[in-house]
């Protein structure tokens, strides 16, 4: 068709025009001045029967810059759903360490926010949703990341980990809702053997309210790490540390305080620090950082030495006689169980793979866009719509995945060399695309089916055949090759139906 147009087009010398961008105006005026472009180098009896007009929309996730533009087509390609669930790895951390870790693996809506990660958690460990908090993991510090903004696709795609954090633990914090109607300080916890080394290990996350004391903030970085301190101090040559020991089956918070204060006095010889010592780092004048020791004192509470502090970084720094590597401070094992995932439909509509195509999408990687306000190269959400349709219309059903993984909404067409054999049920009258223009008719856009185009096979050894009407005789005929033969028309809906071509109702009222 695209040759047939070039073809017959009036234009021989095209001019030179630029992409309109909408700046703010109103869509009708954008989208004629756009159509008026595309006529000034394409002029033919294809374009007046066949052309539309899509609208474009990109956002940018940073500036939230919208550029909007305004294209001609001939034919619309329409993803055909495909419910693709993804597994998302992740690691849960338990408040009370003497459980180990947990290594879950979610299947997962690819589209769905990131945070709804925590409500599958929450049915499969039957922990509350907000005494959990999902985070990233980078370079074994928890990442900025605003996390409520990814969806489960972004959030498996990031180059960071999923971890989920344990924030309340009853035994030790209490009723939950005493627990989150308290002011609190979030406070990450970066372990480490030597001032200015790498992190032993991920950070680990706790929430101490704002009126609580420095050694209520001692007591609750200590029961993160009593758990992996016992391996040593319970196990390793236990003889050599003065008698210490961790009793893990011990839940009273009171207990907890008095083992800590024996714990802080192991091996420490005059002025010499305890096991490890907790430091609050900040920026110095300098541009380095200055490590301002956290004492263990009831005389503050975290409110007067952090004042409107939401959130903190606390190094925790072991002395290098402790034998850390026996802390096994890394050490996970694997969760059994996933959440169930519903079954995938077996047939869809026309209609369904239009509100899949209008649906946004977030742009891969491959495919950024330039924000000309940031001035790099974005992931934009980007959204399609029909503007313009044409009088006659050509569908393009999307049944051969490509080599790369492309999404919109919830459904994902991936690639490789197969064939999506799902069944759509197009209507052979009366396709009804009111829903799915924005541009304005005198009659509603009403379509009724003239041709089909049909693929049977694979992508490498497939064949076509047709099934078009005889408008004089108003019969369906099956063409196969040099075969011509009447076709019910009850039976031309299958999953073979590849391009389908409509004529709206009105023009053929003319």
């Not at 409500?119 to 996390?147: D, H, R, T, W, Y």
């Amino acid at each position: 068709m695209d040759g047939l147009h070039e073809d017959l087009n009036k234009v021989i010398n095209k001019p030179y025009v630029e992409t309109v961008e909408s700046d703010n105006r109103p869509d009708e005026v954008v989208a004629q001045q756009s159509w008026e472009n595309h006529q000034k180098r394409n002029q033919s009896i294809i374009v007046d029967l066949m052309h539309g007009q899509f609208k474009s929309k990109l956002v940018c996730p940073d500036c939230q810059k919208i550029s909007i533009t305004f294209d001609p087509y001939m034919t619309i390609s329409l993803p055909i759903p495909h419910k693709n669930y993804i597994t998302l790895p992740l690691y849960f951390i338990y408040k009370d360490n003497k459980k180990l870790p947990d290594k879950v693996t979610l299947t997962l809506d690819p589209t769905a926010s990131a945070l709804s990660v925590l409500e599958k958690l929450s049915k499969l460990l039957s922990f509350k949703e907000n005494a959990m908090e999902l985070c990233l993991i980078k370079g074994q510090v928890i990442s900025p990341a605003n996390l409520a903004k990814f969806d489960v696709k972004t959030l498996k795609d990031d180059e960071g980990m999923p971890f989920v954090y344990q924030i309340h633990n009853t035994e030790f914090d209490g009723p939950l809702e005493q627990f989150q109607a308290q002011p609190k300080i979030k406070i990450e916890i970066r372990i480490l053997k030597e001032e200015g080394d790498e992190p032993l290990s991920f950070s680990r996350l706790v929430y101490v309210p704002t009126a609580a004391n420095l050694k209520d903030l001692h007591h609750q970085v200590y029961l993160t790490m009593r758990g992996y301190i016992a391996n040593v101090y319970n196990y390793d040559n236990k003889d050599d540390h003065s008698g210490f020991f961790i009793d893990p089956e011990e839940c009273d918070m009171m207990a907890v305080e008095k083992e800590y204060k024996e714990f802080k006095d192991v091996g420490k010889e005059d002025n010499a620090p305890g096991p490890y010592v907790l430091e609050f780092v900040q920026e110095s004048e300098n541009g380095g950082e200055d490590s301002i020791l956290i004492p263990y004192s009831d005389a503050k509470t975290m409110k007067d030495v952090f004042p409107g502090a939401k959130a903190l970084s606390l190094n925790l720094v072991f002395r290098k006689e402790i034998r850390t590597q026996s802390m096994k401070i890394n050490k996970c094992q694997e969760f059994d169980k996933t959440n169930d995932v519903p079954k995938e439909q077996k047939a869809y509509s026309l209609y369904d793979c239009f509100d899949l195509f209008t649906k946004p999408e977030i742009l891969d990687q491959e495919n950024l866009w330039y924000c000309s306000k940031c001035k790099e190269h974005k992931q934009a959400t980007k959204k399609m719509d029909v503007y313009k349709l044409p009088n006659t219309l050509i569908l393009h059903l999307k049944r051969f995945k490509t080599s790369r993984v492309h999404s919109i909404g919830s459904f994902y067409f991936s690639g490789g060399s197969s064939k999506i054999t799902t069944l759509i049920d197009f209507p052979i009258e009366g396709l009804d695309l009111t829903k799915y223009t924005l541009g304005k008719y005198d009659e509603p856009p009403i379509y009724d089916l003239f041709a089909i185009t049909n693929h049977y096979g694979s992508l490498g050894g497939g064949h076509y055949t047709a099934y078009a009407k005889n408008p004089l005789k108003n019969k369906w005929y099956d063409f196969n090759d040099s075969s011509v033969s009447l076709q019910d028309p009850s039976e031309l809906v299958t999953s073979a139906g590849y391009l389908l071509f409509y004529k709206r109702r009105e023009v053929n009222k003319q």
